[in-house]
DNA sequence: ATTTATCGTGCATACGTATGCAAATTGAAA
DNA sequence: TTTCAATTTGCATACGTATGCACGATAAAT
């Protein structure tokens, strides 16, 4: 296992030129003579040579290595947000380094002085949330953060959502068109700005019909306590007819123990609307209607806000909210005269 | 947005001590008084400097970066997967840099240059293979490769399976057991050691007690492709009674297409058997039997391999694979006296 | 009190690259 | 050919840290 780092002195000296020839050829927009540029081209393919980019990094004081911190992976939205998000970094020559981060204890902390470590030049949160103490070290160290798919009234902190107050709304308007009279609302994490967001736009849909909410009850964002929620609630005679899970994730144990457990069918029974369409929303056994999270879009927007405070230095900071449709599907009864759009 | 990067030279200006003072403070294992200590992590503290982590590795040539590589995260095996991996490589002080790369087109090289170029401690390839030349390249660079979930004949590479064949050979005892006549197999890509070993199996099990496939499609782990290959295969009138499934991300696709397109009850018209057991496959929609990939011990065997050489150096070659049990659960018929210890 | 061993510390240098500056080369214009 | 500008090149240094070496301090042993 010879270890055998080629540098580029050695090819500098294989190609009779000075090892600033060498850096000038691998550094984009540097100055070099085509016929230099060959001769260094040639030695360092014969050689096998790359520049090493933590070298690099230490001089530039850019590493090309964005650190994201997210603490769930089996919810599917996020396995699908970074693999885009690794995409669309990957191609401006960026990398992703992951720190997982469990969102209850406060590992939050170490796992971010950990990321400074590694001189990241951005940072992205998903479902994670900065304290100020946290927030003021980034500042402090000139690391850009953004928050993806969670928001935080710190003025310093780049945030991208969906519009959960407006996504709350339209779920309730669907609901109430749909005839039903008793609504419930399992909801998520309360600690979270979308969890809140979420339920705040739903009881204000419903307000605007004259309805309320019959029972909520915080599913924190799991599936098994979103499952006990389920049962709690639709175990009584006189239950809801319609439910709205704070997302796809928690929606689909409910369903599972609307159907399975309780042997009641959706949508005869009760109505269950979901938030995100993850692709398994989509999917027959769960046909889920839900409100879309546009990850794409979500995704994009993470990206050129990062990228523009890295590269072209301070920027506004950005509270971006992006509309999503609600994907009618055979979760939920659909109301007399809605088309029957479903995708 | 001040970028005000501490150094140790200003730790050790504050601290009256010479830097190099500072760097044995912050090195585990070197030679300290406990006063010295004492103040320099006072004055490190006020300044809230911390060791530059790339700074370090250009003089020790360690990185703590782990490359990881992987082709699709859609897959729930994936993210679990990595969600391990990152959880495990942490508690060692290492951090996972990830890579996304498409299986089909040849990109694989060009990311693994890139992958170099960040001089990783070691690479982790997850469902992706690798060319003789990159395997070649990484030893030249003295950089260890493990294969999660992918085997490759290679005496180089090390690698961590779980035990393909014998799972395969299983599922073709249960199914016959289960008195199946006609059987059908949706393969993993046959481009894949997992996908040809888990056919392999099977048939050599189906062999042992006298019955053959049927019939045999590629399904190239993919969901569409599956579910295309269910409908051709189950569509006709003397379909088969039981497929085995090359991976459970496309045994879902499959059981959508019987249950909701061609209304076939499973199992009682068709049992569908997967592979991988990931998470969705136990909630109740689905309520898959399916063999285990215990990607606990996986992860393990993979994080313990990969840093017995980066920290011990040279080590023997590890083809590892695990064995892991068949999760009888509801969409397969049960064999009569097998017990139904359904999990 | 003297010798010897042990430990702690500072000095200097190295890691692999990028870049300001001045010298050298090239080419065009006169 | 000469002059001047434009371009290319090399030299030297800097980035932030770790570590071999030699020296000084301290403790232990005689």
New interface residues.
């Given amino acids: 296992?010879?270890?055998?780092?080629v540098t580029s002195i050695e090819v500098a000296k294989k190609a009779g030129v000075s090892q600033s020839a060498v850096s000038r050829v691998f550094t984009p927009g540097a100055s070099v003579s085509p016929k230099m540029a060959e001769k260094v081209l040639k030695a360092a393919e014969e050689l096998?040579y790359?520049?090493?980019?933590?070298?690099r990094?230490?001089i530039t004081?850019r590493?090309r290595?964005i650190g994201?911190v997210v603490a769930y992976?089996?919810n599917?939205f996020?396995?699908?947000a970074?693999?885009k998000l690794?995409?669309a970094l990957?191609a401006h020559g960026y990398?992703?380094?992951?720190?997982?981060v469990s969102n209850d204890d406060d590992g939050i902390d170490k796992?971010m002085?950990?990321l400074?470590?590694?001189?990241v030049d951005g940072i992205i949160t998903a479902s994670v949330a900065m304290s100020n103490a946290l927030t003021s070290?980034c500042?402090?160290?000139?690391v850009?953060v953004v928050l993806f798919n969670r928001g935080q009234d710190d003025v310093r902190l780049n945030q991208v959502t969906s519009d959960n107050f407006e996504g709350g709304r339209k779920i309730a308007a669907f609901l109430a068109a749909g005839g039903h009279k008793k609504i419930a609302h399992i909801a998520g994490w309360s600690g979270s700005s979308t969890g809140r967001d979420r339920e705040a736009g739903f009881r204000a849909g419903l307000r605007e019909v004259g309805l309320e909410l019959s029972v909520c009850i915080d599913g924190m964002y799991k599936r098994d306590i979103a499952a006990q929620a389920a049962r709690d609630i639709f175990s009584a005679k006189d239950r809801p007819d319609a439910v709205f899970v704070g997302n796809d994730h928690m929606a689909?144990?409910v369903?599972?123990v609307l159907?399975?457990e309780l042997k009641l069918d959706v949508p005869g029974d009760v109505s269950v609307v979901g938030y995100d369409d993850v692709?398994?929303a989509a999917?027959?056994?769960?046909d889920l209607t839900t409100l879309r999270q546009p990850s794409n879009r979500m995704v994009e927007a993470t990206v050129s806000t990062l990228l523009g405070w890295i590269e072209e230095?301070?920027q506004d900071v950005q509270k971006i909210k992006i509309d999503g449709p609600l994907m009618i599907r055979g979760s939920a009864r659909l109301p007399e005269g809605w088309p029957d759009e479903r995708l």
């Fill in positions: 296992m010879a270890n055998e780092k096998g790359r520049p090493n980019v933590l070298a990094s230490l004081g590493s290595i994201l992976l089996d599917q996020y396995p699908d970074l693999e690794s995409n990957q990398h992703i380094l992951v720190f997982m796992v002085g950990e400074l470590d590694y001189q070290r500042a402090a160290a000139g850009p689909f144990a369903m599972d159907r399975f692709p398994l999917w027959p056994a769960y230095g301070s």
